[in-house]
């Protein structure tokens, strides 16, 4: 009897270490809280997924097309109550859930996903996602609770189109990706002094010849010259309304709003160039620049013409665009112009403004209330804070010099941290010598994933104006598709996390192993993603006395070991290992390379020579 009774309890210990809490899938980004159980929701052919009535018609394809790329599976999806007994996924609606908030309970029988709203829905089909694991020949998802809402409600991306055009299907597919990461705002940056991206039907110019410029491929940015009228216009490219109209109901399906920004006064050499007598000269001659600083860029801020006309554009854009923003860039305005131009100074003189930083103010005021009227919010860049604001605007804080993410909100402006330090993702992610051609600045991927939007000086009320944060990708070095995702992930992981997780829950190394696990989805996508997270640094102090350096290597990621040699070789999962600084002859070459336990290599070959 003692010896059946220990059988029993050894088989009912062997059960329990089977069926033991299932270890948590690694999340991008982290959920607010995540309760693991026992077993597995198994994923087939047979699943069935019921989905609320009123969202049928978005998700099903959207599903439909996801389990089918994701995981070769064909499921059922219907409207209305669930009637299976086990294996189904079921949408339920609740009341009283915040915007996006959801739930997601994962039993062995089924899925149960509750939220109030089709943003919930969405966002917690894509932690359900992330959690789906191959088990041998089968998908699973692992057991378990989470209750998650997001931090902040703007969670956003802005690709520049500008200086280099980009394809529908290239906007499409990262809003794809970085909707499945919970950002729900795409900042299309269609305007600049590169180039007019948006068909406007009443004045076809825009596109016609504000939409091309001349060929300076191979010449470094700042350092082409301007285009002459005889040239041939060959680069650029443009959207049609219809292109713009598909590009917005496919983000609408994903929960991603698209914000339009029509950059003025500056920024507008494209502009001008297609309506040169909305400048304060319009005797000049204009093309559309082709790189570098773009002189003689600002509309004129005296004549009453532009005002209709950007009034005539922005109605069109109201049109295209059914979210509730516009932004109307506003920021680096060059006003040498409006110093000259007797039309200017006389608006200065006729409106009591005290110089041309308030005259912006006026511009930027009277913008205002031709965004209103077409029922819209605008958005500006933080220099339209000069002079006397822009009172019921949103404010992007980029100039961190400038210090806009306090003046802003106690301003009582509402605003979108986009400090230049940590989301510009047009910055390089490693030294100088091992990145693509690139602004000087470095952005690390530890460095984007360390931001914290909330500047700490700000009061408990002052903080309720902070709506969330943006990456922006300044397209200036980012000619083709491959290098501007290599620019942008895995970096945009960080930005997610950033603006949906609470701070008390990031952890880099959690996040880290995340980022790893995403590559795979990344690389299943065909994005051209970057490896900079394993890059070396190295640096050396020279004693000039002994002509010895004294070398530090350092890496952002942690789990793996650093290996270096000094003989010119090229090191391997042999060579010494970093524990530390070590002392080499001035002349010397180190190389080192970061190793995971298991001897792979994992990124690139830092080289550098330990010389005066």
Known sequence: MKTRMLLIASLLCFGTMLYAANKVPTFVPQPESVVAKTGHFVLSKKTKVFVPQAYLKDLRPYIHTKFQSDYDLKVQVLGGHRTPSSNYIFFEKVKGNKDEAYTLDISPERVLIQATNYAGFFDALQTLRQAIERDQEQYTIPCMVIKDAPRFAFRGIMLDVSRHFQTKEFVKKQIDILSSYKINKFHWHLT???????????????????????????????????????????????????????????????????????????????????????????????????????????????????????????????????????????????????????????????????????????????????????????????????????KGATIMAWRAWQKPDLAAPRGGYPTIMTNFHHTYFCQLQGPKSMEPEGPGATISLSTAYSYEPVPAELTAQEKTYVLGTEACMWAEFLPSEAHYEYMMYPRMLALAEVAWTQPALKNWDRFQEAVVHNFDVLKKNHVAYSTSMYTVYGSFALDELTFEGQVYLNTETTGNIIRYTTDNTVPTAQSEAYDGVFIVKSGRTVQAGLFNPQGELLGKITVFKVIK
């Open 192 to 390: 600049d002094d590169q180039g007019w991206r948006i068909e406007i039907k009443k004045y076809p110019n825009l596109t016609a010849k504000g939409a091309w410029r001349a060929d300076r491929t191979g010449i470094t940015w700042w350092q082409r010259t301007a285009a002459t009228a005889g040239e041939s216009k060959v680069i650029g490219g443009y959207y049609t309304q219809e292109d713009i109209k598909e590009v917005v109901e496919f983000a609408r399906i994903r929960n991603v709003e698209v914000i339009p920004e029509i950059d003025v006064p500056g920024h507008s050499k494209a502009l001008i160039a297609s309506y040169p007598e909305l400048t304060c000269f319009d005797t000049h001659d204009f093309e559309v620049a082709t790189g570098g600083k773009a002189p003689n860029n600002a509309l004129c801020a005296g004549n009453d013409t532009v005002f209709d006309f950007l009034d005539d554009v922005f109605t069109e854009v109201a049109r295209l665009f059914p979210g509730q923003y516009i932004h109307i860039g506003g920021d680096e305005c060059n006003k040498t112009n409006w110093k000259k131009c007797p039309k200017c100074q006389q608006r200065i003189k006729d409106n009591d403004l005290n110089g041309e930083e308030e005259l912006q103010s006026y511009f930027v005021q009277r913008i205002n209330k031709i965004i209103t009227s077409k029922h819209k919010k605008m958005i500006g860049w933080d220099e339209i804070l000069s002079g006397k604001g822009a």
